[in-house]
């Protein structure tokens, strides 16, 4: 299987799918424990909800889960957030803290893992981002996520459902973070926070580069704002889905319309 499918589009966005893929080669899935086997921490049909809310859109998609090794971390395994609860380059736990392997990865199994995995996706998501960004002046990277909202592990309380991560403001030009941050606010039924628990991944972190023309922010949505129950088997809702893809299309329709006007500032 290929690591990585790419859908090339004509409009300034690009959306990235580091966490919706779970294939993991039966080898590795050999050394999960039946915990790990269960893949809880997929980012469940994110694919399926933002498909064809934004016409145009190129969209670059991890096939393989981020028990495999996780395409939103730091290839040097740095951690994206120091003293806080998370989980590595190739997780040792699960979101909940506990164990999910019976064998561990080696240091030489994660390295071969970053070369056939986590290096073909993020080859893919920089020539996706340098061809828009050719083509318009500007290529805005929206980074598509989505967890279960009450994670004691990793959060205190409930997560609001629209969570939008600009690492503090410094990945995308200000226009893009106010018009995001304005339309979740209005989403009637929907709460929001801007730079909370999740401030942006390694993806918009190491993309965003607003001087550069390439401008990153990441959504982590509530899997309660979509799915039927947060737990298997991760029904998708779609009477849910459906309400909230108007808002995304919004979003995205709101971004792109804006993308011209952001050509040579940062």
């Known amino acids: 299987m290929t690591p990585v499918e790419v859908h090339q589009g004509d409009s300034p966005i690009?959306?990235?799918?580091?966490?919706?893929?779970?294939?993991?080669p039966a080898d590795i899935q050999a050394k999960l424990n039946a915990r790990g086997r269960g893949l809880d921490d997929t980012d469940w049909h994110i694919h399926t909800l933002y498909?064809?809310?934004?016409?145009g859109a190129t969209t670059v998609r991890a096939t393989f889960h981020r028990y495999v090794i996780d395409a939103n971390r730091d290839p040097s395994g740095q951690s994206l957030y120091p003293g806080q609860n998370t989980t590595g380059l190739v997780p040792l736990t699960d979101f909940d803290g506990q164990d999910i392997w019976d064998v561990s990865p080696t240091a030489d199994e994660v390295e071969a893992r970053r070369q056939a995995f986590h290096a073909p996706y993020h080859a893919a998501l920089e020539a996706e981002l340098m061809r828009v960004r050719d083509r318009h002046g500007i290529a805005i990277l929206y980074d598509c996520h989505s967890i279960r909202s009450h994670i004691p592990f990793l959060f205190d309380g409930t997560l609001p459902d629209f969570n939008i991560g600009t690492n503090l403001?410094?990945?995308?030009?200000?226009?893009?973070?106010?018009?995001?941050?304005?339309?979740?606010?209005?989403a009637e039924g929907y709460s929001t926070t801007t730079n909370?628990?999740?401030?942006?991944?390694?993806?918009?972190?190491?993309?965003?580069?607003?001087?550069?023309?390439?401008?990153?922010?990441?959504?982590?949505?509530?899997?309660?704002?979509?799915?039927?129950?947060?737990?298997?088997?991760?029904?998708?809702?779609?009477?849910?889905?459906?309400?909230?893809?108007?808002?995304?299309?919004?979003?995205?329709?709101?971004?792109?319309?804006?993308?011209?006007?952001?050509?040579?500032?940062?």
Not at 14 to 24: E, I, K, R, S
Not at 51 to 55: A, I, K, T
């Open 169 to 186: 403001g410094t990945t995308c030009a200000p226009q893009i973070e106010a018009a995001v941050q304005s339309l979740c606010q209005m």
């Open 14 to 24: 690009v959306l990235g799918l580091p966490h919706t893929g779970t294939y993991v």
């Open 196 to 266: 909370g628990r999740f401030k942006g991944g390694w993806t918009t972190r190491h993309y965003g580069r607003p001087a550069e023309g390439l401008h990153a922010i990441q959504m982590e949505l509530a899997q309660s704002a979509y799915l039927t129950d947060e737990a298997a088997p991760w029904t998708y809702d779609n009477a849910k889905a459906a309400r909230l893809r108007g808002h995304l299309t919004n979003i995205l329709t709101t971004l792109a319309n804006l993308a011209p006007d952001l050509k040579g500032t940062s």
């Open 51 to 55: 498909d064809g809310v934004l016409p």
